[in-house]
């Protein structure tokens, strides 16, 4: 069964440092992997996604996350942090052939000034 | 274009009483999708509909929880005899094909 782990609840770090949001992931066959934000009192919004292609997939607010086939991760990354980008992280991977998500629990970023 | 929509965004009811809540999709996106999020918690998939194929309903946790899609457009989430656990905020999702989920800003239910 597909399945994504998102081993940290929390992570901290001070503004202006690079950020990692570490997910791993457990399927068979090719994963369609996601990342998805979700600001305070907000519902879920769609950062990016790998289906195929560059192992390094660019998406919203200047994040970006890394497809590593052999370590079964799909880390998001962020060059430089912003205060502002203190939210709840979540990793999904889709379901067999459907469009259906499977969640990882998510880890809250803190970004301190 | 207009993004996914749902009413209400609160709702306050008593604990027993039934309550209904809807989604708006994306127009277009054939899959439409109902989760539900306890506070600072993760989400939890409750039922899933695709085109018109029977909706994956594996994730709804009693049969006091039924949703229905009518016209392959808008979706209604009905829980009755609500209790005080199913306080949550419960957010509904459309796609389209591989394209991954578009969420709406969700229902904050509270049941006293």
């Known amino acids: 069964a597909q399945s994504v782990a998102q081993p940290e609840d929390q992570v901290n770090v001070a503004e202006g440092n690079p950020l990692t949001v570490k997910c791993t992931y457990s399927?068979?066959?090719?994963?369609?992997l996601f990342w998805y934000v979700q600001y305070p009192n907000r519902g879920l919004q769609f950062l990016l996604k790998y289906i195929t292609g560059d192992n390094l997939v660019k998406g919203s607010y200047g994040f970006e996350a890394e497809f590593n086939k052999s370590q079964t991760s799909f880390h998001l990354k962020k060059p430089s942090a912003l205060v502002s980008d203190s939210a709840l992280y979540f990793c999904?991977?889709?379901?067999?052939?459907?469009?259906?998500?499977?969640f990882g629990t998510g880890t809250r970023l803190q970004v301190f000034p | 274009g207009a993004g996914v929509s749902q009413s209400p965004s609160n709702k306050v009811t008593e604990k027993g009483k039934d309550v209904e809540l809807r989604c708006d999709p994306i127009s277009g996106h054939t899959a439409l999708y109902w989760y539900r999020q306890s506070l600072g918690q993760g989400l939890e998939f409750l039922i899933y509909?695709?085109?018109?194929?029977?909706?994956?309903k594996s994730g709804l946790p009693s049969d006091r929880f039924s949703a229905e899609r009518t016209g392959g457009s808008v979706s209604t989430l009905t829980i009755q005899r609500t209790q005080q656990e199913d306080s949550a905020v419960y957010l509904c999702?459309?796609?389209?094909?591989?394209?991954?989920?578009?969420f709406g800003p969700g229902t904050r239910l509270t049941v006293t």
């Open positions: 399927v068979s066959g090719n994963p369609y």
């Open positions: 509909f695709q085109g018109n194929s029977a909706p994956d």
């Open positions: 999702a459309s796609s389209q094909q591989g394209f991954g989920q578009y």
């Open positions: 999904a991977v889709r379901e067999g052939n459907t469009d259906k998500l499977i």
